[in-house]
């Protein structure tokens, strides 16, 4: 089968640093994604890796490593905006198919 | 410019009844694709259209799901004699690179 496993619920406090893990076991691996989604919206892409290592964006960083079939999303000087839910997501083949986590809700505490 | 949009956004039917579930991608986004969300589930990758063919349809539950995509642009998802385990949010996404999809805000299906 396919699946991916990511915490259901983090909370940190404003300012902190947070670290979503996902692990993940799929047919077929291209890279992985995280996406954002906050109550009510439609998911946003954050970032991709389709490399082991570590990307960065912002405040926002991803790893991945490709062995150990497991990746996580770093998210720094948390904002209280940032309270949302976090998917990971393998892409598993060419056409752009996505296998979604079941997410973790990450609450910022003031 | 404008993003992915959904119609409608909210949807209440009868269980028994057919819906039509419409998408527009983003313009010149060749890749579309339709996942189901249920209430604090992950995203369900139901069908990929490249184009207006569709190679990987692998995601549609049932017979009763169908999809199509004309002119490179606009879909529709139907769904036949709807059940009350369709109740869910359907989301579109589109994209030229299969790296990142863009999401529409999608159809909350509510079936009674």
């Known amino acids: 089968g396919q699946s991916l496993e990511q915490p259901s619920e983090v909370t940190a406090v404003e300012g902190a640093i947070v670290q979503i893990n996902c692990t993940y076991q799929?047919?077929?691996?291209?890279?992985l994604s995280w996406y954002q989604q906050h109550d009510g919206g439609a998911p946003t892409f954050l970032s991709y890796n389709a490399l082991d290592g570590l990307e960065e964006t912002g405040r926002f960083s991803s790893f991945l490593s490709r062995s150990d079939s497991y990746g996580y999303l770093l998210l720094q000087e948390l904002q209280m905006k940032d309270s949302a839910s976090y998917f990971c997501a393998v892409l598993s083949g060419n056409t752009g198919k996505l296998i979604f986590g079941q997410g973790t809700t990450l609450q910022v505490k003031p | 410019g404008a993003g992915v949009s959904q119609s409608p956004s909210n949807k209440v039917t009868e269980k028994g009844k057919d819906v039509e579930l419409r998408c527009d991608p983003i313009?010149?986004?060749?890749?579309l694709y339709w996942y189901r969300q249920s209430l604090g589930q992950g995203l369900e990758f139901l069908i990929y259209?490249?184009?207006?063919?569709?190679?990987?349809k692998s995601g549609l539950p049932s017979d009763r799901f169908s999809a199509e995509r004309t002119g490179g642009s606009v879909s529709t998802l139907t769904i036949q004699r709807t059940q009350q385990e369709d109740s869910a949010v359907y989301l579109c996404?589109?994209?030229?690179?299969?790296?990142?999809?863009?999401f529409g805000p999608g159809t909350r299906l509510t079936v009674t």
């Open positions: 313009s010149g986004h060749t890749a």
């Open positions: 799929t047919s077929g691996f291209y890279g």
């Open positions: 996404a589109s994209s030229t690179t299969s790296d990142e999809q863009y």
């Open positions: 259209f490249q184009g207006n063919s569709a190679p990987d």
